[in-house]
């Protein structure tokens, strides 16, 4: 009897220790599965805003009707399975001239494609590496120098290809009971352009290798409390961002040494507003100054400059019920 009943003890503890072995299997699988997934919304969040604006750069060396740039993100690997994500980011640059033809002249092409890896579990303290790989292509077929040595801006061919590693991290947290809440987001990161083809003309004094920072405030609250087709549910969506990015290049520069501020720093901040019945558009003022304007074509500018217009990306815009 006492044998039969220390047996019967003894299958109860091992089914018990197995559930409990399994329970803890599943919950940390539906916590990575959760994990994937959050994180993928902020690899889309984290990418740099689209922008449109009349102007463009006010204080650039030329005057412009209008300045526009284009850039997504097509996620072609983004599943709840895996840590490690992977997207094509086409990033395009225009300003239009002011001038008899309102000529464009040179666009400005990026296509390159980016990875990403997660390092912890955590959306709402979250760290990941992102690696990108661009082609930058600017202006058009003919010589990039002209016959005085100078450089040709108007028709001149300039390309490079280039690597950035970057290390972000940032946390969520509540402002109040009422569903508001605001993001702290770093950005660390390296550039560098010389592992790859370049324009030779580019040797006359271009950043290529930089060191990257970004930092990012952004709030979000509740909208359309009064609506009758809400239902138990929270509408919220972004309602600003503060962004503030560095760059500062360190590889040689003839006649400019590594404390040559004026033409190796670049630097800007933008703020981004949202009203309540817009839906991803912010209104964006930003100052900034090019050491080396980043239509690389123009290498050679340096400036400070003000920007206004539209900004947009993809930006947090949700509806969630109540008891979350």
Excluded at 73 to 101: C, H, Q
Excluded at 139 to 144: K, L, R
Excluded at 272 to 299: C, H, K, Q, R, T
Aim: proline residues 3%; aromatic residues 16%.
């Amino acid at each position: 009897m006492k044998i039969h009943l220390l047996s019967l003890i003894f299958f109860n503890f091992c089914t018990l220790y197995v559930s409990a072995q399994n329970v803890d299997k599943d919950s940390l699988s539906t916590k990575r599965e959760f994990a994937n997934k959050a994180y993928i919304e902020l690899y889309k969040e984290n990418a740099d805003l689209a922008y449109t604006s009349p102007g463009g750069e006010i204080g650039a060396p030329a005057k412009y009707v209008i300045n526009g740039r284009l850039t997504t993100t097509y996620m072609l690997l983004g599943s709840y399975k895996s840590p490690v994500a992977i997207s094509i980011i086409p990033d395009f640059t225009v300003r239009v001239r002011n001038e008899f033809s309102a000529g464009v002249r040179t666009p400005s092409y990026r296509l390159g494609f980016a990875g990403y890896a997660r390092l912890n579990a955590s959306p709402e303290y979250y760290k990941y590496t992102e690696l990108a790989f661009a082609h930058h292509s600017n202006g058009q077929d003919v010589s990039p120098r002209n016959e005085d040595g100078t450089i040709n801006t108007r028709t001149g061919n300039f390309n490079a290809n280039y690597l950035t590693l970057s290390y972000r991290f940032g946390n969520f947290t509540a402002i109040n009971p009422d569903a508001s809440y605001y993001s702290v987001n770093h950005r660390v990161g390296l550039l560098w352009y010389k592992w790859f083809r370049y324009e030779p003309v580019l040797n006359d004094g271009f950043g290529f290798t930089r060191l990257l920072y970004n930092f990012s405030l952004r709030r979000y609250d509740e909208i359309e409390k009064k609506s009758k087709i809400k239902g138990n549910r929270k509408e919220e969506k972004e309602t600003w961002r503060l962004n503030a990015e560095i760059s500062y290049a360190i590889n040689k520069i003839p006649e400019k040494n590594i404390w040559n501020i004026q033409k190796r720093l670049n630097a800007e901040i933008n703020f981004n507003y949202s009203f309540p019945f817009m839906n991803n558009v912010f209104l964006m003022a930003a100052a900034g100054y090019y050491g080396e304007d980043n239509y690389n074509i123009y290498f050679k500018d340096n400036y400070g400059y003000l920007r206004f217009g539209l900004s947009s990306g993809f930006l947090r815009n949700r509806h969630r019920h109540y008891d979350n």
